[in-house]
């Protein structure tokens, strides 16, 4: 099992870096600059474990061997630089899985790559990239969910070979036979985590020990909750439960990562993320204001980046 990651960041440096390290073949597709950085080695700070791991990397316009398994792990902004980065490598029954948030960039991969198989993926994991190139992971939990969509069921020995070489690399990973739900459960608790992060410029903790900053970002995630019921992949009540409380507790330390690449001056996911969701929400007469004003927040910020 060949795998090509794009990227060598915070999400596919740890889980690329990661299977490599326990035997794995993959190949990390990058630019000139990070491949200079990872000449001698991908290195990870963990709590899981600190690394320094030497890696196979692969320039735009290089040949390789084929590939059964591509992870785009870009940002949805750097989504269609990536596709064209990866088309060499595409051929008939590649399966092609992104680990973006939203839904947005499905059908955009199945309209680019129509002779592949492209799987659902849903990546859980607080790591960034430093500028010295280091990959950072902010805690313990490292997962992933890899669902083979409707039709694809050919392709699900390939899907638990995957599963099962995370799993030996330490990584959480599971197959879902409900891949779209998986996107749908994360999505809705991003996309406010996003909006309520970045509009308030916080993390959980610091928004929820204000007069009502956990009202605010509850409300965000019932907004997005309501999109999801519309579009028929609904949250269970103990999630929305759960979602309540980790929004409201006051020692919470997490914070989006859209936050961060707001505070670097960096383009955002937010029309991805947030703007997706309200065009969702309107072709179902569903009010979305704080959403709207989070995303109007993002929107200005874009503007003035340009």
Known sequence: MRILFLGAGGVGGYFGGRLTQHGADVTFLVREGRASQLADGLRIESPNGDATIPVKTLLAGEQADPFDIIILTSKAYGLDGA??????HVREGTVVMPLLNGLAHLEKIDARFQDATVWSGVARIPAELTPEGVVKHNGRLAGITVGPRPGQGATIPLVDKLVTALAEAGITADRSDAPIQA???KWVMLCALAAGGCLLRGTIGEIARTDHGADVLVSLLEECALVAVAEGYGLTDAELEDNRAW????????????LHDLRSGNPTEADHVIGDMIRRAASHGIETPYLKIALTHLQVYEASRT
């Open 83 to 88: 596709l064209d980065a990866i088309a060499p």
């Open 183 to 185: 996107l749908w459960t």
């Open 247 to 258: 929004f409201s507790d006051r020692s919470g330390s997490m914070s989006p990562s859209m």
